[in-house]
């Protein structure tokens, strides 16, 4: 059972509240047209984020996928830095270059994702690699949706880092969908803890929405890792609240079983522990939740403030130090003067 | 954008003609295919219950069933390997890839088994691989690109990139009955946008490899192909009203095989051509087209060729910095004034 100090579950508390809040904030821009692309959340799944990259210490290394913005709120990522990312601002986390969660972020130890999935493991692998051939005790963190799991790339990930016994703790988010595919018709397993066993590596089921579960389990495969005894897969059972992402109206999922999940909401349920296991009064709670509340005001008017790039800045950094244009990038080619003949105006 | 077809033009024979978009025209060939056809089916990520993630494939589920319409794992390289196989007992599977930049996993099996494994072996896989290709929705580096350059060199495969409704149904259709594999890149921002008259009571069919005049012109042949067509049209009805030159529009619409000699035909009566694509430059089909109108045309041209394509950057995702990357009708229009003038 975790031995976590009063201000770390309030921390806990904290970063639970602040990802639920950071994405409605992010829906509500959404829909007044200030995001740009897809936004898809976390909702209902925040505690699997939160309590995993909790346990990490500054030097290891995390890979979020889409629905891990609690992760990047622990890891030290500002909402305003979200935000402006989202709205593809001027100076924001990849300059308006890539969207969501792609940012890589070395001093903060965040290995951004690309889109395809499976494929962020298998080069946070080499990280864990660089880790073991300097010799020191960091781990890598990642999370794989139970759809991205069925990729090769994931595979090839998965068996690579057992075999070289890395220090990687992968976290499975079992959350029933992949899009709008069940995740039965994702693998055949019953229990998907079963797939580790694939691997040869250690593996444990926990209850993805019980933050202090996450925690242990978390807690124990990091330990693991920095001992030098390779991967484990954590499979975090778990549901998403809402669509795959906010065009998703989700009429495929059945009510009964939203209904059912709602009743195990991660935040709820953690409010509910704090406040009956008598670490804290409603009044300390609702004081963090006014902190959190302003936070995000200031965040969300500092991300409105910001200009988008400019447009010339699309031409920069394919390769190190081009920060002006290499010739053959040039949008239109220049047009060499027609000595000979008269440009129509 | 709306585009008038030859068809719907003057002719009192509306109640033979549907207003159709560039998707319907995709569901409805994949649909009487699947109709007449019952070695037809189809593949991929949420196809079935959700009817695609664009929803080219709804209402397939009920009206086929789900062996002939089947949600597959997110495992590109299983599916387009099963493709192959099914493919060699008879079947013509057409496998949709949710964003075509998610290709990218499959690649080993379309590159090396598709496309060699008629050469290799004498047993071909006749099979098709469509999904959303193209920019212009702010999606960022993977859900925009246009692929049809990474695998221009690979012998064995067809591409097909339609820009009308007509010819997304025709061409498709031709696509899924062709013996061999096809890759058809549907673009994203002509699905809606796109709405043509198309009859209703006619078997729209447009054989690979056969390029369309989409606009006549004796000044300046564009060569272009997909959504860029489209920008080429706006561009050339500008210089028309503003400049009153007249420019042909050489709609590919096959990639490979390549329609070398209608090319070579406009240039040859031009002498100008401008060559536009959505997709990067450096590798990029403008390219071959530039070196094959050097050994076919090159007396004919009066001036230098001439490209407007997208930089040689990934595709950026805040709006000013893809609307940058994209070729622009501003850009086709300076380009070929530059071209008229020389
Ligand atoms: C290789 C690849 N194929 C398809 C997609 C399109 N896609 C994006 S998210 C998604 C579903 C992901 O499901 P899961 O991994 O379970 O994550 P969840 O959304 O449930 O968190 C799909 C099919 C992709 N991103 N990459
Ligand atoms: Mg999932």
């Not at chain 1, 903060?108 to 080069?123: A, K, N, R």
């Not at chain 1, 703790?169 to 803890?193: G, K, P, Q, Y």
């Not at chain 1, 302003?294 to 008017?301: E, G, P, Q, Y």
């Not at chain 2, 950057?313 to 910095?321: A, G």
């Amino acid at each position: 059972m975790a031995s976590l100090t009063r201000e770390e579950l309030r921390d806990l508390y904290r970063y639970l509240l602040l990802t639920r809040g950071l994405e409605e904030r992010l829906e509500r821009l959404f829909k007044q047209g200030q995001i740009v692309g897809g936004l898809y959340r976390s909702l209902g799944q925040e505690a699997t984020a939160v309590a995993s990259a909790f346990v990490l210490d500054d030097g290891d290394w995390l890979s979020p996928s889409i629905r891990d913005m609690g992760a990047l709120l622990v890891r030290g990522l500002h909402p305003r830095e979200v935000l402006l990312q989202y709205m593809a601002r001027e100076g924001s986390l990849c300059g308006g270059k890539d969207n969501t969660t792609h940012f890589t972020i070395p001093e903060l130890g965040l290995l951004g994702p690309i889109s395809p999935l499976g494929t962020q493991l298998c080069v946070l692998n080499g990280v864990a690699l660089a880790f073991r051939l300097r010799g020191e005790p960091r781990v890598c963190m990642t999370y794989q949706g139970d759809g991205a799991s069925r990729t090769g790339a994931s595979h090839e990930g998965l068996n690579f880092a057992a075999v070289q016994r890395l220090p990687v703790i992968v976290i499975l988010e079992h959350n029933r969908w992949a899009f709008a595919t069940r995740s039965e018709r994702e693998a055949a397993v019953e229990d998907w803890v079963d797939v580790a066993a694939a691997y040869g590596v250690p593996a444990a089921s926990v209850d993805g929405n019980d933050v202090l579960a996450v925690y242990d389990a978390a807690r124990e495969a990091v330990e693991r890792a920095r001992r030098g005894e390779g991967m484990t897969l954590i499979v975090a059972e778990t549901y998403r609240m809402i669509g795959h992402a906010q065009h998703d109206p989700q009429h495929y999922v059945p009510k009964e079983e939203l209904l059912e999940w709602r009743g195990r909401d991660p935040l709820a349920r953690f409010q509910s522990y704090l406040l009956e296991s008598g670490f804290e009064s409603r009044a300390a709670l609702a004081v963090v939740k006014e902190g959190v509340r302003r936070l995000l005001d200031t965040a969300v008017d500092d991300a409105l403030a910001a200009l988008m790039p400019e447009p010339e800045e699309a031409l920069a950094g394919t390769f190190a130090g081009d920060a002006a244009a290499v010739p053959w990038t040039r949008r239109t080619h220049v047009y060499p003067d027609l000595a000979h003949s008269a440009m129509p105006s | 954008m709306t585009i008038e077809t030859r068809e719907a033009s003057g002719q009192d024979t509306r109640s033979h003609f549907k207003e159709t978009t560039y998707l319907e025209a995709i569901r409805e060939a994949m649909w009487e295919e699947m109709k007449t056809d019952p070695a037809v089916f189809i593949m991929g990520e949420d196809v079935g219950a959700y009817g695609g993630a664009f929803k080219v494939t709804e209402g397939f589920l009920d009206e086929f069933g789900s062996s002939r319409v089947i949600d597959t794992p997110i495992s590109e390289a299983a599916i387009v390997g099963a493709a192959i196989g099914v493919a060699h007992m008879g079947f013509k599977p057409i496998v949709e890839m949710q964003f075509i930049d998610f290709i990218a996993p499959a690649f080993d099996m379309i590159v090396n088994f598709a496309a060699k494994v008629r050469y290799r072996t004498g047993v071909g896989a006749s099979l098709v691989i469509r999904g959303p290709c193209g920019g212009g929705a702010h999606s960022g580096p993977f859900h925009s690109q246009n692929v049809e350059s990474y695998f221009a060199n690979v012998a064995g495969l067809k591409m097909v990139a339609p820009a009308t409704a007509r010819d997304a149904k025709g061409l498709l259709r031709a696509a899924i009955r062709d013996p061999d594999p096809v890759l058809y890149f549907e673009h994203k921002f002509l699905y809606r946008r796109v709405k043509e008259m198309l009859p209703t009571d006619e078997e729209i069919l447009v054989p690979l490899g056969v390029a369309r005049t989409h606009r006549t012109g004796s000044d300046l042949t564009i060569v272009t192909y997909g959504a860029m067509v489209h920008k080429a049209a706006d561009a050339a009805e500008r210089i028309a009203e503003e400049d009153g030159a007249q420019i042909e529009i050489l709609d590919l619409r096959t990639l490979r095989p390549l329609d070398s000699e209608a090319i070579i035909q406009s240039v040859r009566r031009t002498g100008r051509v401008l060559i536009v694509h959505e997709a990067p430059r450096f590798g990029g089909f403008a390219g071959e087209i530039t070196a094959q109108l050097c050994e076919e045309a090159f007396e004919f041209l009066d001036a230098p060729i001439r490209r407007v394509t997208a930089l040689d950057t990934p595709i950026p995702y805040s709006p000013p910095l893809e609307d940058y990357y994209l070729p622009q009708t501003d850009d086709i229009v300076k380009a070929s004034r530059w071209l008229l003038a020389y």
